[in-house]
C-alpha cells in the first residue's frame, strides 16, 4: 500500500513532502484557488509521486485535471495492475 492510495494519504504526502497543507475540502477546490498553488507545485507534485510509486504518470491527464482530488484521482487509475497485484499478494 502505498501513500497515494487514499486522498487523505495523498495530502499527507503533499503536506510533509511539499509544504502544501491542504483539507479534503479544499482539494475539491480548484487549483487556481488554492492558496499558493502554481504550476512549480504541480512539476514538483508529479515528481514526488512517481517517486513514492515507481512509476511514471501520464502527464496529460495531470494537467487536465482542475483539483487536487482530481489529480489523485489520475494518480489512482495509473496505478491499477500495482494495486491489484499487492492485492492479491
Known sequence: MSA????????ALLRDELGLDTDVDEA???LVDLPRW????????VTLVEEE???????????????LAEIHAVVVRQLPQQNSVEAQA
Do not use: E, I, M, N
Open 38 to 45: 502554481d504550476s512549480l507545485y504541480l512539476l514538483r507534485l
Open 28 to 30: 475539491h477546490l480548484s
Open 4 to 11: 497515494v492510495d487514499t486522498l487523505d494519504g495523498f495530502l
Open 53 to 67: 510509486t515507481g512509476r511514471r504518470l501520464s502527464l496529460s491527464p495531470v494537467l487536465q485535471a482542475r483539483t
